[in-house]
């Protein structure tokens, strides 16, 4: 894979209601290379009047149309079908993540096989999902049973930072269930929403089933404000799901969101530092710090601080940033100048309030074009301060000394996030024992380890619900109970 390979073509439509429909409007979003800024894809920009045809689609396709009605063996197939068309545009899907964002050629390559384990994942819950199960004895005698049924109409937001992951995760059991779908891709990163959206137009699924449009956060909301979408998914920052939250609750709207974090990394006094350092360094490269559940908080014992950064501000300094494409490169640029800026105004927050600048903090030398920043650790760091508080989203990482196991533990659940945390230690039983104590979605042992095919989701302000295989499709479901006064033949 490489920069020069042929970028994924403009788009000129939406997909609505089965085919690829002209725009409203002129309007178009230009998506630039983050490493070279030079444009590289442009699409459409939806308008009021795209929203309305999409809703209006998955609306009627859901009421009238055969997807809802048909078996989830049935809906399991077309699950197969866009997983191999997946592997089959592997090296697109991973060319274009990579422009996009700044992801590391190499590790965009590994998206498209995670996604495709994923749709297959969920298709193998068509045999093993509790859709319909005997209830319990019910107060009126007869015979009792759970039926769990298709929420709806979908509206899918998913963010910039892993589009194929987030739509996977997404459209996927939303199908399984027999949901109809309005997917909102972002304006930074569209390219993928366009491939996969042609891999499931080649599938032939019946028309409105899943339908694309590239919205501002204005007609965005259209989305989420129309009575005739039953449920809202949206992963993004806090204050975005917030928002999502006040609207979908003023018409009771079925809402899951996956929402910002500031994650701990717990490392207790028996960790190797060492090995701990280079994990946590190598995480936070790969995507440039660009990950809702990346380990920038480093709480460790104070006897312990000093050999801790030294060790990640070594690693960092020894890494190349440059373009994603090269091999030599262990990290790329940011997503945008905005967010560069946004980075560059918290190494000035995290400067001015008293925290040690320990490595990076500046752009590096000689890459006067692209999004580019410095890998940055802070020493010393007051878990009550700016950096230590708020989501930062780039490769900034504070390393927060702790009195004991039991001080670490109360600094990691001092935050309004509660996404994801890791324990460092030597014993899996002390592991255990401090990730009961964490108030967070996942907690890995000794590294960074989310896993959608588990179940991924915030505690506090890091959202509500959870993702991945079987967890994931409980909320795409409406739990309905049936008593009957006999067994049916048919069970």
Not at 40 to 54: C, I, N, S, T
Not at 103 to 125: F, H, K, T
Not at 143 to 157: F, L
Not at 343 to 358: N, R, S
């Given at each position: 894979m490489s920069a020069t390979s042929e970028p994924v073509k403009s788009y000129r439509h939406f997909y609505i209601d089965g085919e690829w429909t002209q725009p409203s409007?002129?309007?178009?979003?230009?998506?630039?290379?983050?490493?070279?800024?030079?444009?590289?894809?442009?699409?459409?920009?939806?308008?009021?009047?795209?929203?309305?045809?999409?809703?209006?689609?998955?609306?009627?396709?859901?009421?009238?149309?055969?997807?809802?009605?048909?078996?989830?063996?049935?809906?399991?197939?077309?699950?197969?079908?866009?997983?191999?068309?997946?592997?089959?545009?592997?090296?697109?899907?991973?060319r274009t993540w990579a422009r996009e964002t700044g992801?590391?050629?190499?590790?965009?390559?590994?998206?498209?096989?995670?996604?495709?384990?994923?749709?297959?994942?969920?298709?193998?819950?068509?045999d093993t999902f509790p859709f319909t199960e005997p209830g319990l004895q019910s107060m009126w005698g007869g015979?009792?049973?759970?039926?769990?049924?298709?929420?709806?109409?979908?509206?899918?937001?998913?963010?910039?930072?892993?589009?194929?992951?987030?739509?996977?995760?997404?459209?996927a059991p939303a199908l399984l269930a027999g949901c109809t779908i309005v997917m909102k891709s972002p304006t930074q990163a569209p390219g993928e929403a366009y491939i996969f959206t042609e891999l499931l137009h080649e599938i032939g699924l019946p028309a409105g089933v899943f339908n694309l449009v590239t919205a501002d956060r204005v007609v965005g909301e259209q989305l989420v404000t129309d009575p005739r979408v039953d449920k809202i998914t949206f992963t993004g920052s806090t204050a975005a799901g917030r928002r999502i939250g006040v609207l979908g609750a003023d018409r009771i709207a079925r809402v899951t969101l996956e929402l910002g974090g500031k994650s701990a990394a717990v490392i207790l006094d028996d960790a190797d530092?060492?090995?701990?350092?280079?994990?946590?360094?190598?995480?936070?490269?790969?995507?440039?710090?660009?990950?809702?559940?990346?380990?920038?908080?480093?709480i460790v014992p104070r006897a312990r601080h000093d050999e801790m950064v030294d060790a990640i501000a070594d690693f960092f300094k020894q890494v190349k940033v440059g373009s994603p494409f090269d091999p030599a490169s262990g990290m790329g640029p940011l997503v945008s100048a905005s967010q560069r800026e946004?980075?560059?105004?918290?190494?000035?927050?995290?400067?001015?309030?008293?925290?040690?600048?320990?490595?990076?903090?500046?752009?590096?030398?000689?890459?006067?074009?692209?999004?580019?920043?410095?890998?940055?650790?802070?020493?010393?760091?007051?878990?009550?301060?700016?950096?230590a508080q708020e989501e930062i989203f780039g490769p900034v990482l504070s390393v927060i000394p702790a009195d004991d196991e039991r001080d670490a533990v109360r600094l990691a659940n001092d935050s309004k996030y509660g996404l994801n945390a890791a324990v460092f230690t030597r014993d899996a039983d002390r592991a255990l024992a401090a990730a009961r104590e964490l108030r967070c979605g996942t907690v890995g042992h000794n590294g960074f380890k989310p896993d959608f095919g588990i179940a991924f989701g915030g505690f506090k302000?890091?959202?509500?619900?959870?993702?991945?295989?079987?967890?994931?499709?409980?909320s795409y479901l409406e739990t309905k109970t049936v008593v009957l006064d006999e067994k049916p033949a048919g069970i």
């Open positions: 409007s002129d309007a178009t979003v230009t998506v630039t290379d983050s490493a070279t800024e030079e444009p590289f894809l442009q699409v459409p920009l939806a308008q009021p009047d795209d929203m309305e045809r999409a809703i209006r689609a998955a609306r009627r396709a859901f009421d009238e149309g055969p997807w809802p009605r048909m078996s989830h063996t049935e809906r399991a197939g077309c699950l197969r079908k866009l997983a191999t068309g997946v592997r089959e545009r592997a090296d697109e899907f991973a992801v590391l050629a190499g590790i965009a390559g590994q998206i498209a096989p995670m996604a495709e384990r994923s749709l297959n994942g969920y298709a193998d819950l068509a015979y009792s049973m759970i039926v769990r049924e298709p929420v709806g109409v979908v509206g899918a937001i998913y963010p910039w930072n892993g589009a194929l992951e987030y739509l996977v995760h997404k459209a530092i060492q090995s701990a350092a280079q994990s946590l360094a190598g995480i936070e490269c790969f995507q440039s710090g660009q990950v809702c559940a990346s380990l920038t908080r480093i946004r980075v560059e105004g918290y190494i000035a927050k995290g400067i001015d309030g008293g925290a040690e600048l320990a490595a990076g903090g500046g752009r590096p030398a000689g890459l006067d074009r692209g999004w580019f920043v410095e890998p940055t650790v802070f020493a010393n760091v007051d878990n009550s301060s700016t950096i302000e890091s959202g509500i619900g959870r993702e991945g295989v079987r967890e994931g499709i409980r």
